[in-house]
């Protein structure tokens, strides 16, 4: 797994700060009990000191494994104490204790070198996030995708591509290399499919960006054109990202700028073996009219085209509902 470097940063730091917070509070509990129960200090103070009584008898020659038993017996009578006196107090008997929202690996993110299963879904989350389309991901997946919508030729043809493209998502990985064009109408499902493969590629902890094609190349714009140096415009996840997703492609302004931004995208991307997934409204002989020959051959040579087929769904959804 390797998940977004910014998102791994900025989660890592989180967690350092809940593990700090949640010691800051145990603290802060302690110090409420040690000013209003004076005999629980008193006996925090011994307990603390447990480890110099040890080292003290062990060097002082012979019955030091007698001695040893008498502190821990000495000790283990003080906590039945405390436990009493925090009881009539009206605390719970670990209400001095460090209480961490995973207790599994005390809010570090780790157990041991393995990462948590907490730290992993926060990335997730972030993931989302940082794919730009995490309202999408939280209502479109794999499992509410219908093929009812589809009939005949199309819906054989479309359960074919759910399958392959679920095969792929599913069985992602550092090495995959593959390439999709999503051809076809608006309303078809293309955004959906993305969407759920975007989802679980994610879910599976590596990094995707989704992009509108207008959003990208607004992205190369301002770092050409812009003086502002802002972040968010850094352009590098565009052939970095494990997976990227560029949807609605043909919708930006064609000029020589963005015409070779796209393809020095899409050439990067190749010559890494980065997977891409490209939605697009055009049609194969628009796509060579728009782009040209080096871009059209790159994409009629390394992506396996997804054809969609069929009826607007959001239209079959309006007439189901009169």
Request: charged share 30%.
């Amino acid at each position: 797994m390797s998940y977004n470097k910014d998102d791994y940063v900025r989660i890592k730091a989180e967690f350092s700060q809940k593990y700090i917070a949640a010691r800051g509070r145990a603290e802060d509990r302690r110090a409420e009990l040690h000013f209003k129960l004076p005999r629980v200090r008193e006996i925090d103070l011994i307990l603390s000191r447990t480890g110099m009584d040890i080292m003290g008898v062990i060097g002082s020659g012979a019955g030091a494994e007698e001695k040893v038993a008498a502190i821990r017996a000495r000790n283990e009578k003080l906590l039945l104490e405390r436990g009493g006196i925090l009881r009539e107090a009206g605390y719970p008997e670990n209400y001095s204790d460090i209480q961490y929202d995973c207790e599994r690996c005390g809010d570090t993110g780790f157990i041991d070198t393995k990462m948590c299963d907490c730290m992993k879904r926060a990335l997730v989350l972030a993931g989302y996030e940082s794919s730009g389309i995490g309202s999408l991901i939280r209502t479109q997946s794999f499992e509410n995708f219908s093929l009812d919508f589809y009939s005949g030729v199309g819906y054989d043809n479309m359960k074919l591509s759910y399958d392959r493209l679920k095969n792929f998502a599913e069985s992602f990985s550092k090495d995959t290399y593959r390439n999709f064009l999503f051809i076809g109408g608006t309303g078809l499902g293309k955004t959906h499919l993305s969407t759920s493969v975007a989802k679980t590629v994610i879910d599976r902890g590596y990094d995707v960006l989704y992009v509108t094609s207008v959003g990208m190349l607004g992205d190369f714009e301002a770092k050409r054109f812009g003086n502002d140096g802002d972040a968010k415009h850094d352009t590098s996840r565009y052939t970095e990202a494990e997976l990227l997703i560029i949807d609605d492609l043909g919708t930006e302004v064609a000029n020589q700028f963005t015409l070779s931004c796209i393809y020095d995208v899409i050439n990067a991307r190749i010559n890494n073996r980065r997977s891409t997934i490209i939605n697009t409204n055009l049609s194969s002989k628009e796509i060579e009219a728009k782009y040209g020959e080096r871009t059209y051959s790159r994409l009629i040579g390394e992506y396996a085209p997804i054809l969609f087929a069929g009826t607007d769904i959001r239209r079959q959804k309006i007439s189901k509902c009169k």
